[in-house]
Nanobody, 117 residues
Framework: QVQLVESGGGLAQPGGSLRLSCAAS????????MGWYRQAPGKQRELVAT???????NYADSVKGRFTISRDNAKTTVALQMSGLKPDDTAIYYC???????????WGQGTQVTVSS
């Protein structure tokens, strides 16, 4: 069974930093795209960042230059380094993953990020 487990969420002040991590397990085929989405109260879920093949990165315009996504060599862990945090970054952040050559999409349980003074 595929599982995605997030960690690293919490409270940060504006301008501060947080690092989110997601540990993925359970795929016998290997993971393909991995990334992060977020959902703020009253808003739809939105893409934050994705990484494919350990090199191809995609960022939402709202976080470009502030957030950095990375992946370990085994492609089972994806991290999101967040700096220059803004109150608008407050949301539940969800880890996302696909499996190579499979249509299935998997999601973590979410971790709360709150940016407030």
């Amino acid at each position: 069974q595929v599982q995605l487990v997030e960690s690293g969420g919490g409270l940060a002040q504006p301008g501060g930093s947080l690092r989110l991590s997601c540990a993925a397990s359970g795929s016998i085929f290997g993971f393909g795209v991995m990334g992060w989405y977020r959902q703020a109260p009253g808003k739809q879920r939105e893409l934050v960042a994705t990484i494919t093949g350990g090199a191809i990165r995609n960022y939402a315009d709202s976080v470009k230059g502030r957030f950095t996504i990375s992946r370990d060599n085994a492609k089972t862990t994806v991290a999101l380094q967040m700096s220059g945090l803004k109150p608008d970054d407050t949301a539940i952040y969800y880890c996302y993953a696909t499996i190579w050559n499979r249509a299935n999409e998997y999601w973590g349980q979410g971790t709360q990020v709150t940016v407030s003074s």
